[in-house]
């Protein structure tokens, strides 16, 4: 058995033949080349003893002590090694470590103001005279910017000064823009016209650049009105940008500068498009100068250049600029003169972007612009009318976030929408109108000047232009589709009536309070304008039962106040009582019906005597019967516009 065990422990050959044991004896022979291979190998050996150059391959001999032995050895080795190669490399590397020591203490919120201007003033003396070199470093940036918060105005003044003739340069870094931010939000009114003056005939230059940008537009914020405008104007043209005592005119619009100093309008369109462009194509959109600035463009625009820009931000571009007003406008007027292709394109960009949107001062404007002009109500429905209905129950009571519903419950209203917004609605790119506006523009304008109404120049009817007087009729109507049909589908078709009927039902009581949600509430029980929830019977039976209930509670001696007794409440149903006999009809057989005595006092009398003010001839019968004894007595006072319903 051992034989056998020892015979399997022997390699196999590859042929399985077994191995001769006579055979496994016999060496071969050497050949004479291996022995003289082998006399060439010592002869090596000993060359190589001979050069000295060979003992640099014995660095590896005391490996041993180079090697950490520990993880934090070598990352205290690698630290060291780091610091050494930026010493060789950075000028300031020691200067910028002593820094940051004194940086970990000021920064400290705990730290007393004593010590934190020890620790600035230190940090400044280590820095005088070296302040333009290492301002462009994140680690003495970060310095800098908590020494001019905290450091004294002399100190602050110090540092502005050194820092004034590299201003331009260090506009340009990603790290200096905040310290040069920083200064600008500190400085004083010297100090920033100093800073703005510097800027001149390099404005357009640094909004192409994407730091450049943030100081130019840091400062245009802070500028004044005169201030603001020498900086716009220098983007107008080459003359404007050369001679700086031009830019300090008093008019205010371009089509005004052109015509007061005779300047060329093809020289300025040229110029601007220069400006404009490259802006455009590296996406700098962000900031209120250059919303002004293609507000500004588009009036002395050609068609294919005023194309061109509604091409270029029709998409996810435009949701970066709608946070301001004149971005806003430029937003609806890519809605408004777009293709469909590019609205298509517009209404893509907004996906995951409503809620915020309509949330926002402007930017619900462009929502509403939207609503009112895309013919495609599938695509709307899937982007804008989907996230609208996923927040119903916050747009509803926001200021802002309340206007795209009233938009479609009752267009271009005044009292939901200010002149201002009307207008903006009704703005235009004069190169881009079609005949028939352009037309009527003229017509208009021919009027005007007969009644010597309006005194203008030629110019004037280059400008993106708006009817002072819009009527509704008028607004929100862009695309080919009836405004009617596109509103029904939008709100019907799609389900958001549905929604809305079901949340004003549910939060009736926070809506009626509630200062903004309460004009939803009244729009929608009302059916909205043209009649267009009507066929909602049902659902809006249910939601007048609803504020009825509420309103059929008994008062409360707490600190709630009760429906019929709160300032917005009251007028709400007052109104609704007025304007929606089937409303009427609900709230006086479930809340008031004989008990009109109790509630004949304070706000709540007024929505009593709204039922004797009623233009519906039934919703008077049902009331006089009772109020009439109330009015006799003295104890319901009419208006003395409204006559007291006399019995029979």
């Not at 110029?271 to 293609?294: A, N, W, Y």
């Not at 596109?486 to 799609?494: A, M, T």
């Not at 509630?514 to 249910?542: C, M, P, Q």
């Not at 009772?626 to 029979?648: F, H, N, S, Y």
Request: a positive charge; one cysteine or more.
């Amino acid at each position: 058995m051992a034989a056998k065990k020892n015979d399997s422990n022997k390699r196999k050959r590859p042929d399985g033949s077994k191995t001769d044991p006579e055979k496994t004896h016999i060496k071969k022979p050497k050949s004479p080349a291996s022995s003289n291979n082998k006399g060439f190998d010592k002869s090596l050996k000993a060359s190589k003893n001979e050069f000295p150059a060979a003992k640099k391959f014995n660095k590896f001999e005391n490996v041993e002590k180079t090697v950490p032995k520990t993880k934090k050895e070598a990352r205290i080795l690698a630290k060291e090694l780091a610091d050494a190669r930026k010493k060789r490399r950075k000028q300031h590397f020691s200067l910028e470590q002593e820094l940051a020591s004194l940086w970990e203490k000021m920064r400290c919120r705990n730290i007393s103001k004593e010590d934190r201007s020890k620790c600035i003033s230190e940090a400044l003396k280590k820095m005088k005279g070296k302040i333009p070199e290492i301002a462009g470093s994140h680690v003495s940036s970060r310095v800098l910017q908590t020494c001019a918060k905290y450091c004294s105005q002399e100190e602050r003044n110090t540092v502005f000064e050194e820092l004034q003739p590299q201003f331009l340069t260090l506009a340009r870094n990603t790290y200096a823009v905040h310290l040069i931010t920083k200064m600008l939000d500190n400085a004083t009114k010297k100090q920033l016209a100093d800073f703005i003056s510097s800027l001149h005939g390099h404005v357009a230059s640094l909004l192409r650049h994407m730091v450049g940008s943030v100081v130019v537009e840091h400062a245009y914020n802070l500028g004044s009105a005169d201030q603001k405008q020498t900086m716009l104007v220098e983007l107008y043209s080459t003359e404007l940008q050369l001679f700086k005592d031009l830019g300090s005119i008093k008019e205010k619009r371009l089509v005004d500068i052109i015509s007061k100093l005779q300047l060329q309008k093809a020289s300025v369109s040229r110029h601007m498009t220069s400006v404009v462009q490259p802006i455009l194509e590296k996406g700098i959109v962000d900031h209120s100068i250059i919303h002004r600035l293609l507000i500004e463009y588009v009036t002395i625009a050609d068609q294919s250049s005023a194309a061109e820009v509604v091409q270029q931000l029709s998409g996810p571009l435009l949701v970066r600029m709608i946070h301001t007003k004149d971005g806003s406008r430029i937003g609806m007027l890519c809605v408004k003169h777009g293709n469909a292709k590019e609205r298509k394109k517009l209404v893509k960009g907004l996906k995951d972007h409503v809620n915020k949107i309509a949330h926002d001062r402007f930017g619900n404007m462009l929502l509403v612009s939207v609503l009112s002009h895309v013919d495609d109500t599938k695509l709307t429905s899937k982007v804008v009318i989907r996230e609208l209905k996923a927040v119903l129950k916050e747009i509803i009571m926001d200021k802002d976030g309340r206007r795209p519903l009233l938009q479609l419950l009752h267009p271009n209203c005044p009292r939901y929408l200010s002149p201002n917004d009307l207008e903006s609605l009704d703005l235009s790119i004069p190169s881009l109108c079609t005949k028939v506006e352009m037309s009527s523009e003229l017509t208009e304008q021919k009027k005007a000047s007969e009644t010597d109404q309006v005194d203008e120049d030629v110019s004037d009817s280059e400008e993106p232009t708006a009817n002072k007087n819009p009527s509704s009729s008028e607004l929100g109507e862009g695309g080919k589709k009836d405004p009617l049909v596109r509103r029904r589908e939008l709100l019907i078709n799609s389900g958001l009536a549905e929604s809305l009927i079901d949340v004003c039902g549910e939060m009736a009581g926070e809506l009626l309070v509630s200062r903004f949600g309460k004009e939803v509430l009244y729009e929608v029980a009302t059916g909205g304008a043209d009649g267009i929830l009507n066929d909602l019977d049902k659902k809006l039976h249910t939601l007048y039962e609803a504020v009825a209930t509420l309103a059929a509670k008994p008062k409360s001696e707490g600190s709630e106040e009760h429906l019929l007794e709160n300032f917005h409440s009251s007028r709400t149903i007052r109104k609704l009582v007025l304007d929606c006999p089937r409303f009427a009809s609900v709230l006086w057989e479930n809340t008031l019906k004989g008990k009109c005595e109790m509630w004949a006092q304070g706000h709540s009398c007024k929505v009593i005597t709204a039922f004797l003010e009623s233009s519906d001839s039934a919703v008077r019968e049902v009331a006089k019967k009772e109020l009439q004894p109330l009015i006799d007595a003295g104890t319901i006072k009419l208006p003395d516009t409204k006559q007291p319903v006399e019995a029979e």
